[in-house]
């Protein structure tokens, strides 16, 4: 039986979306995890929630975390794992219950980085039309490359798999990135790829097993979509380089919606440029965090 870390986690997402990721989580088949709970909000109820899932097999280990971001949070995991493997996912994700079997065992039989499962939507009401685009499923952290297994550019933190073994723990995400402070500041997961590629690790994407991410009605309003482009610009400027989408395939929603939203992006994409003259990237990143 693999032994593996998996680690999610909380910035301010509900305690039902958090709980309903937990049962998913102790509902993993074949594997022996120890599950790194980091809550950057203090509740009893999910401690004793964690508690009580705890089994021979799985068990939870909660804890509360001051950090300031997505980036910084993941790098106190990685600082905790105790495995080779580290498992990703988000307090707002559902896990298939074979999940994380298949991440490690692809992590270990073929000598991987990095790997990335299927992320499928969980919707909460109906979804308009403009929300099933291809577009949109960057923005929503969807991704659906088919059933097979195959190289990736980047893959989605709500399913991550890491081979701490291979890489070392000496590889961390870029503080710069991801969501803090309340914005939707984005990158993380994109810009820890491409560092791990240029060390000369492979990166893959896995179709035989799903996750489903939940997507709650405010991020339905057209506000909040406008304003995921404009970080994602943002984000994109930071890092530097052009827009690269994982689902290429274009339809003719995608071209309305990209109409529509694309002016967001460019002025995030322009912020970000400029933020990144001022604080140049550096190419050994280290976390900032080490309580």
Known sequence: MIS?????????????????CLESIAAQKNV???????????????RNLCLSLSSGNITFDYNVIHARGCAQARNIAMRRCSTDILLWTDPDVLLATDWAEILCSTLLERNLAVVGGKILPHWHKSPSWYMKTNVMADHYSL????????????IIGGSMGINVGLIGKNVFFDEKFGRKDGTLL????????????RKGFSVYYVGRTEAFHQIPQSRMKLSWIARKFYYGGMSRGMRGGWPRAMNKKREITDYIVLGAFTPFYLFGLLKGKAKKQKSPLSANVKPTYTG
Not at 4 to 20: F, G, H, K, M, S
């Open 4 to 20: 593996v870390t998996i680690a999610l986690t909380r910035y301010n997402e509900c305690d039902e979306l958090l709980q309903q």
């Open 32 to 46: 022996r995890a120890e599950v790194l709970v980091l809550d950057q909000n203090k509740c009893p109820d999910i």
């Open 143 to 154: 991704i659906d490359l088919g059933p097979e297994d195959r190289e990736a550019d980047r």
């Open 186 to 197: 984005g990158g993380v997961d994109a810009e820890f790829c491409q560092r791990v590629m």
